[in-house]
Structure formats: structure tokens, C-alpha cells
């Protein structure tokens, strides 16, 4: 299950920095296509065992494991229905499942990691540590775990159709009123990464986008080495769903663009896809690091390639308030003075308010709930992130393997 | 009363700048990374084959009549199935097939696009052709 040093027989990784397969005991260091394990050819159909059949429990804990053994120490290795590579708990060393990636399951390409570990956690800590609301704790979070996981990914192209009906405010005979406007086009787009791990929510895979694909190689198990790997675990109308819902993302986007009115929002829409069958599989690299912070985990996402870190923090409430209130009453206080000053003129003579003073009111009042609800929605934003952040499948996902 | 609708309208207006100052200031602090590809990064440019634009509600219903259209995207493999790899073979009895359901490719501008009060917008080309025309 691992590829062994020429040299000395110790079990190589995949080194990040040089991208070639390196030896930690003598210091060797191979290029991942010109190694080949030994253990492979056996190694690849054999199949594992059923951990419950194996203890004989039907426990919740057994179910969807699997038991294997590693080729360097004879250690036990369990894993789930989906894993791929792992490191044993006994020796240390990384261990492929060569049989759940062999011939018809086995990606086509891989993106080996560009980014290290201690990288990825400085990466982590320098944008944390940037963030004015971020409380001091999370800032000098204490590192729960950190595991190089390569995600698997269908890449597809596909064709997007939708008509679409928009309604959106336009000025007609000097007065606002409400219309619909029709768009109705198609879009292809090429090489859309599509989270193939079922176990990862799609909202947070997707934004450790974009990936560099033209880094993608030739698939090879060494790349595997020392990281832990899944494999595809969705059905084609999962990957269907996840191309509709970006293609009409897409689509709003540039009809939008397209149509001259202001306040624009979808009402109807008939979209359809079409994919190409004609996907990639691919295993792309990304650092999950776990820490814990007032008891909740926290899953903080880095793109193994280029670095982009993901996730969404709690904040430092009192900071928030003492903030928003100094703002408030500045402003509020300040602006008691122009308001007053305007309303007077508006009214001071005892004159009825003319069209251009109704104008002005109607702006301020359109103006004031802007203000409002972008702030509330940038808030509300936050917080659903946070939610992802939070999230205990993917903390598990991390937490929960070997090693 | 004057006094009292400007504290109203101040107050309104001090708590909504202060929400949109710090909402954004909260955002750009603690969401990190909350972006993804656009439609650059995979090349997604749209092509609008029908536009009707200032619409009223019964207009806009014959438009959704007259532009419906859906690909039929349910052929093998099954939806349930796990996503694999096609064979070679299966590759090209897919493409046969989808040769034979006639999908629309690339642009084209449906010949009856006006909706019973809305403007049909022609699109640029179609403007600029006329000149030479």
C-alpha cells in the first residue's frame, strides 16, 4: 500500500515544496511517475473487510468502515466507504487503497499540493489575525488538527438554457413604475470543478475556488503519499444540480447587466442543463484545520494550490456594539442639525411641500433603508458562514481519520 | 415638530450608516474567502437568443410560452447512478443520441420574439447589418 525508498526501503511521501517523492530517512528523493510500489499489482483487487463483520457488531461507529491492514507494519487500518489513502496509527506511514482507485474508478488527473502544511497554518493565522472583530482566542487558536485531504472533483462542461422573467423598476412618464423584462439564452462554461464528496457541503467547497487547473497532472498514486485522500461518492443528478445552480447564477449575472432598470430581481425562471458526459475526475488538494473555540468546532478551509483560506469567524460582540452605537449617535447627532436645517426651510413659511421637497423625503427614506439593509444583509451573510464553519459533518470529516 | 422629525429621520439615518459601515467592516474581517469562480474563469459568456423588455403580467406569459424550451436530460445514465466514467462505447451512443434530439447550438434569435405590449430589442449585429444592407 505505500511506494518504498530504492535506497533504504522506508516509505516515501509526496514533498509539496520540491513535488517529488521523498525519503525522511535517507533523504532520497524520486520523481512521482518513475516509482512504481511493488505492492500494487496484489494489492489493487484485493478487497476489505467489513469492520462489523470483522468485531461482529452492528454498532452505529462500524457502520460504512472498513478494515485493511498496513503493508509496512501489519497494523490495522480502518477507514470509511470513501477514503483513499490514510496514514497508520501504529507506524506512521501513508497507505493507499490501490483497490478503490484502480481501473474504472481511478481519477485521470491529480493536482499534487503546492502549499505545506506550515503554509497553510501561517496562511490560516495571517488572515485571522488580520480581522479587526475577530476575538484574541481564535486569533491564537490552538491547532485541534490539520490534514491534507485531496478532494475529488468531476470537472465539467455543460450547456445551460433558461428563460427567465425579471421584474425591475423603470421611470415612465416621470414616475417609477414596475415591469417584466424577458431574457432567454444559453451559456456553456468549460472546466467547472463539481465537489464529488458528499460528506462536504457544496457551499463550502466551492469557494475555495478558483483552481489552477492548468497544475493538473496525470493522476499517480504517490501523489497520494502522506496526504488523505477521498474518493467520488455523488450520482450524475448531484452533479446536474450543482451545474444548474451555477449556470443560473451566471445567467442572472449577465441579464442584469443586460436589462436598463433599476431594483432587477428574478420572478420566474425555466432553466434546463445539459452536461457532457465526457467529465473528468480529478483529485484536487485542500488543508482542513480544525480547532475549537467556546466548545463549537471550527473548520477552517485552505486551497492547497494556491493558498486561498476559507471561513467565517465569530466575533467580538461588545466591540460590534460599542462600534455601531459610537457611529450611531455621531451620525445621528450630526445629521439632527442638516435635517433640521432642511425641514425648516421646507416648512417654514407654511407653504404646502411641492413636488421637488416630496422628491427629496421619498430619496432620504429610499437611501436610509439601503443603508439598512446591506448592513443587515452583510451581517446575515456572516453568520451563515459561520454556520459552515461550524458545521460538524465537515469537522468530523477532518476529525475522523487515522493518523 | 420639526425638531421631532428631524431627531426621526436623523436617528434612522445615523443607525442605518452605522449598520452599513460596520456590516461591511464585520464582512471584510470575518468572512474570509467567501467568493468563487465567476463566470470568467470558466469562460461562461451568454448569448441571449430572445429579449422582450417593459413588460406587463399577460405579456410577459406569452413570452414564457413562445421561448419554453427544456433539455430533455434524462436519458442514461440514470440520475441515481454514480458518476463514472463512460466507456468508449457508451460515449458514442450518447453523442448519436443527442445528434438525433436536435439541441439548438450557439446563437440564434427565435423568429417571433414580440410579446403582445412589449419592444422586441434587436440585438446589436442585426442594428449594425443594416447599414450595409
Same mark, same amino acid.
Given at each position: ?156 462542461? !455543460?450547456?445551460?438554457? +433558461?428563460?427567465?422573467? &425579471?421584474?425591475?423598476?423603470?421611470? *415612465?412618464?416621470?414616475?417609477? =413604475? @414596475? ?74 449575472? !449577465?441579464?442584469?447587466? +443586460?436589462?436598463?432598470? &433599476?431594483?432587477?430581481?428574478?420572478? *420566474?425562471?425555466?432553466?434546463? =442543463? @445539459? ?78 411641500? +411641492? ?49 | ?133
Amino acid at each position: 500500500m505505500a511506494t518504498l525508498c530504492k535506497n533504504c526501503s522506508h516509505a516515501l511521501v509526496f514533498d509539496p515544496v520540491s513535488q517529488m517523492m521523498f525519503c525522511s530517512s535517507c533523504g532520497s528523493e524520486f520523481k512521482p511517475e518513475e516509482v512504481e510500489s511493488e505492492a500494487k499489482p496484489y494489492r489493487q483487487d484485493l478487497n476489505p473487510e467489513s469492520a462489523s463483520g470483522v468485531y461482529n457488531s452492528n454498532e452505529e461507529e462500524f457502520m460504512d468502515c472498513y478494515v485493511y491492514s498496513c503493508s509496512e507494519c501489519g497494523g490495522e487500518i480502518i477507514i470509511n466507504g470513501t477514503e483513499a489513502s490514510t496514514t497508520c496509527v501504529f507506524c506512521g506511514n501513508p497507505n493507499v487503497v490501490f483497490s478503490r482507485i484502480a481501473k474504472q474508478k481511478k481519477p485521470e488527473f491529480i493536482m499534487p499540493f503546492r502549499i505545506t502544511r506550515s503554509e497553510a497554518v501561517m496562511r490560516a493565522r495571517d488572515t485571522i489575525k488580520k480581522g479587526t472583530f475577530v476575538p484574541r482566542a481564535i486569533k491564537n487558536f490552538s491547532i485541534d488538527c490539520c490534514r491534507g485531504i485531496y478532494l475529488p472533483y468531476w470537472i465539467v462542461n !455543460a450547456t445551460y438554457y +433558461d428563460t427567465m422573467i &425579471f421584474e425591475g423598476t423603470v421611470t *415612465e412618464d416621470k414616475k417609477n =413604475v @414596475k415591469r417584466y423584462f424577458g431574457r432567454t439564452g444559453n451559456l456553456k462554461f468549460k472546466d467547472l470543478p463539481v465537489d464529488a464528496a458528499r460528506a462536504i457541503s457544496d457551499d463550502s467547497s466551492s469557494k475555495l475556488e478558483p483552481f489552477d487547473l492548468s497544475h493538473l497532472k496525470a493522476f499517480d498514486e504517490d501523489y497520494l503519499a502522506g496526504f488523505y485522500s477521498n474518493i467520488s461518492d455523488v450520482t450524475y443528478s448531484d452533479v446536474r444540480k450543482a451545474a444548474l445552480e451555477r449556470g443560473k447564477e451566471f445567467f442572472i449575472e !449577465a441579464s442584469e447587466r +443586460d436589462i436598463d432598470a &433599476f431594483d432587477i430581481k428574478p420572478v *420566474e425562471s425555466y432553466p434546463s =442543463v @445539459k452536461v457532457d458526459t465526457d467529465m473528468k475526475y480529478a483529485m484536487l488538494p485542500a488543508w482542513f484545520i480544525t480547532f475549537r473555540y467556546k466548545d463549537k468546532p471550527h473548520t477552517i478551509l485552505v486551497n492547497g494550490d494556491t493558498g486561498k483560506v476559507v471561513c467565517a469567524l465569530p466575533w467580538k460582540k461588545a466591540l460590534f456594539d460599542i462600534m455601531l452605537l459610537a457611529i450611531a449617535i455621531t451620525a445621528s447627532v450630526l445629521s439632527f442639525f442638516v435635517f433640521k436645517e432642511m425641514f425648516t426651510s421646507m416648512f417654514a413659511s407654511g407653504r404646502d411641500l +411641492d413636488k421637488g421637497d416630496l422628491r427629496i423625503l421619498l430619496f432620504i427614506i429610499v437611501g436610509i433603508g439601503t443603508l439598512f439593509s446591506t448592513g443587515i444583509g452583510r451581517v446575515k451573510r456572516v453568520m451563515e458562514n459561520i454556520r459552515l464553519t461550524q458545521d460538524k459533518a465537515m469537522f468530523n470529516f477532518t476529525k475522523k481519520r487515522q493518523g | 415638530m420639526i425638531n421631532f422629525f428631524a431627531g426621526l429621520f436623523a436617528l434612522a439615518f445615523g443607525f442605518g450608516l452605522a449598520f452599513w459601515i460596520c456590516g461591511n467592516k464585520l464582512n471584510k474581517s470575518n468572512n474570509i474567502g467567501d467568493s468563487r469562480g465567476g463566470s470568467k474563469t470558466y469562460q461562461a459568456e451568454t448569448t441571449f437568443t430572445s429579449k422582450c423588455n417593459r413588460m406587463d403580467k399577460t405579456a410577459y406569459r406569452t413570452y414564457v410560452q413562445q421561448n419554453l424550451f427544456k433539455y430533455d436530460d434524462t436519458g442514461d445514465p440514470s440520475g441515481q447512478a454514480q458518476v463514472r466514467r463512460l466507456t468508449e462505447e457508451e460515449r458514442r451512443k450518447k453523442a448519436t443520441e443527442e445528434k438525433k434530439a436536435n439541441i439548438p447550438k450557439g446563437a440564434f434569435v427565435s423568429k417571433n420574439t414580440s410579446a403582445d405590449s412589449g419592444q422586441y430589442d434587436r440585438p446589436d449585429w442585426e442594428k449594425r447589418a443594416e447599414r450595409y444592407f
